[in-house]
């Protein structure tokens, strides 16, 4: 007889822009011309040094086991990045080295949750934060971001939540923000260092967007007196430096934090491969020109789409503060047509068009705090993201073709309209 699933592999769903993405590539496999705005990859090639660097360490036989906790290489290259990028004083003591950044959602919960610890995350949140959460039987308490508040994290919520939780324990704070573009200024981050300093609460600073502000500049909570000992900050190659496929990422905190997530590290993945790391130890050192040109192109690009979708009656877009995101609401049209944010979303690439279509997310993807938006990624060249918004702009009036989407895919029915205006508290 089969043998059952855990009640937590039972519960767990996989993270819905990769769904997404497999039913554009089946799509396009069948001959429809599929725009993908769903993925949050860039479209650019990985930068020149860290192409270089990697092919010569093929070459050289780089392809061994290396320490759990990373080559000194790249781990002094990324204390000096941080240092400089964000104003830290961090020594490679204070670095490891992952698959990426999001391998330390799951090794921040391992160090420091216990069952029934209280974890606040601000909704909309990255999908995979609630999982790992769930992997520690810790809970999470959701806090609601609002569009008038530029999606900066509520102080207030914040506050709440060390009073009011039994065991509140850590907070997940993702600046900038994955899907909205929000960004926590300073004067939040110095706030949010003021209310937790000398509390037994630890926080984890996804930061796999630093490079890619629009307005100010982005600020690292790490920088504030104190909380290097409090937080772990987590940064990837896979945005600023085009490397999603390379899997590589690192994160800064406390050495004896670091000592600790190394060896859960060790226990799960052994090491990143050496090979990998050496590319990204160069795209740290050479690589920031590349870097800063690409960022520009995403910033035209982000514009482009925001401006695109704020011409179109019954959307309401403003530009985001960061990220290759644009995040718009679209309830109106989602009230009109009878389909969620998500339905809506499938119907831009299964059902609005039977030649073309608009790879999307619905902001519930994210959420309830997403519900009637929706996430466009900018992984496409800017005369392909104007085509999108033309074709996007056609597709929500096909009324006809809405409802026998609808019809036809029950789970996507609006049960009832969206609700206008949110609540400011």
Same mark, same amino acid.
């Given at each position: 007889?089969?043998?059952?699933?855990?009640?937590?592999?039972?519960?767990? /769903?996989?993270?819905?822009?990769? %769904?997404?993405?497999?039913?554009?590539?089946?799509?396009?496999?069948?001959?429809?011309?599929?725009? @993908? #705005?769903?993925?949050?990859?860039?479209?650019?090639? %990985?930068?020149?040094?860290?192409?270089?660097?990697?092919?010569?360490?093929?070459?050289? *036989?780089? %392809?061994?086991?290396?320490?759990?906790?990373?080559?000194?290489?790249?781990? $002094?290259?990324?204390? +000096?990045?941080?240092?400089?990028?964000?104003?830290?004083?961090?020594?490679?003591? +204070?670095?490891?080295?992952?698959?990426?950044?999001?391998?330390?959602?799951?090794i921040f919960c391992e160090t420091f949750l216990n069952p029934g610890d209280g974890v606040l995350v601000?909704?909309?949140?990255?999908?995979?934060?609630?999982?790992?959460?769930?992997?520690?039987?810790?809970?999470?308490?959701?806090?609601?971001?609002?569009?008038?508040?530029?999606?900066?994290?509520?102080?207030? $919520?914040?506050?709440?939540?060390?009073?009011?939780?039994?065991?509140?324990?850590?907070?997940?704070? +993702?600046?900038?923000?994955?899907?909205?573009?929000?960004?926590?200024?300073? $004067?939040?981050?110095?706030?949010?260092?003021?209310?937790?300093?000398?509390?037994?609460?630890?926080?984890?600073?996804? $930061?796999?967007?630093?490079?890619?502000?629009?307005?100010?500049?982005?600020?690292?909570?790490?920088?504030?007196?104190?909380?290097?000992?409090?937080?772990?900050?987590?940064?990837?190659?896979?945005?600023?430096?085009?490397?999603?496929?390379?899997?590589? /990422?690192?994160?800064v905190a406390d050495a004896r934090v670091i000592e600790r997530m190394a060896t859960l590290l060790n226990?799960?993945?052994?090491?990143? &491969?050496?090979?990998?790391?050496?590319?990204? =130890?160069?795209?740290?050192?050479?690589?920031?020109?590349?870097? *800063?040109?690409?960022?520009?192109?995403?910033? /035209?690009?982000?514009? =482009?789409?925001?401006? /695109?979708?704020?011409?179109?009656?019954?959307?309401?877009?403003? &530009?985001?503060?960061?990220?290759?995101?644009?995040?718009?609401?679209?309830?109106?049209?989602? +009230?009109?047509?009878?389909?969620?944010?998500?339905?809506?979303?499938?119907? #831009?690439?299964?059902?609005?068009? *039977?030649?073309?279509?608009?790879?999307?997310?619905?902001?519930?993807?994210?959420?309830?705090?997403? =519900?009637?938006? #929706?996430?466009?990624?900018?992984?496409?060249?800017?005369?392909?993201?104007?085509?999108?918004?033309?074709?996007?702009?056609?597709?929500?009036?096909?009324?006809?073709?809405?409802?026998?989407?609808?019809?036809?895919?029950? @789970?996507?029915?609006?049960?009832?309209?969206?609700?206008?205006?949110?609540?400011? %508290?």
């Amino acid at each position: 007889m089969p043998v059952s699933f855990s009640e937590f592999a039972g519960g767990v /769903g996989a993270e819905t822009a990769f %769904s997404v993405l497999a039913a554009a590539k089946r799509l396009k496999a069948q001959g429809k011309r599929v725009i @993908e #705005l769903e993925i949050g990859d860039s479209p650019f090639p %990985s930068t020149r040094a860290a192409k270089q660097a990697g092919t010569a360490a093929i070459a050289a *036989d780089q %392809s061994h086991y290396c320490p759990s906790i990373g080559l000194p290489e790249l781990r $002094e290259a990324a204390a +000096n990045y941080v240092n400089r990028e964000h104003g830290l004083n961090v020594t490679a003591a +204070n670095v490891v080295v992952g698959p990426g950044a999001k391998i330390f959602e799951q090794i921040f919960c391992e160090t420091f949750l216990n069952p029934g610890d209280g974890v606040l995350v601000f909704s909309p949140y990255f999908p995979t934060y609630l999982p790992n959460i769930a992997r520690r039987s810790a809970r999470a308490r959701l806090a609601d971001l609002r569009s008038s508040d530029h999606f900066r994290p509520r102080l207030d $919520e914040i506050a709440r939540f060390l009073s009011e939780d039994p065991h509140p324990r850590a907070i997940f704070l +993702n600046s900038p923000h994955n899907p909205t573009g929000g960004v926590a200024t300073e $004067e939040d981050l110095k706030a949010i260092a003021d209310m937790i300093r000398g509390r037994d609460v630890a926080v984890l600073c996804d $930061e796999p967007y630093d490079q890619m502000v629009w307005q100010g500049r982005h600020h690292t909570l790490l920088a504030q007196p104190g909380m290097l000992e409090q937080c772990v900050a987590a940064y990837t190659f896979s945005k600023s430096y085009s490397m999603s496929g390379w899997r590589l /990422g690192f994160a800064v905190a406390d050495a004896r934090v670091i000592e600790r997530m190394a060896t859960l590290l060790n226990t799960t993945i052994s090491c990143v &491969p050496p090979i990998v790391q050496l590319a990204g =130890a160069a795209a740290l050192s050479a690589d920031n020109a590349e870097c *800063d040109a690409n960022m520009e192109r995403f910033r /035209g690009q982000v514009m =482009a789409l925001a401006d /695109g979708l704020a011409a179109i009656p019954e959307i309401r877009c403003t &530009p985001p503060d960061a990220t290759f995101y644009v995040f718009p609401d679209v309830r109106a049209i989602c +009230n009109r047509l009878g389909l969620t944010s998500h339905g809506l979303a499938m119907f #831009l690439l299964e059902g609005a068009d *039977d030649e073309m279509g608009v790879a999307c997310l619905g902001g519930e993807c994210f959420g309830g705090a997403g =519900a009637g938006f #929706l996430r466009f990624s900018c992984a496409e060249p800017a005369d392909v993201i104007l085509e999108a918004v033309a074709f996007l702009k056609t597709a929500i009036q096909r009324e006809d073709r809405a409802q026998a989407f609808a019809k036809a895919r029950p @789970e996507f029915q609006l049960d009832r309209p969206y609700p206008m205006t949110i609540a400011e %508290s």
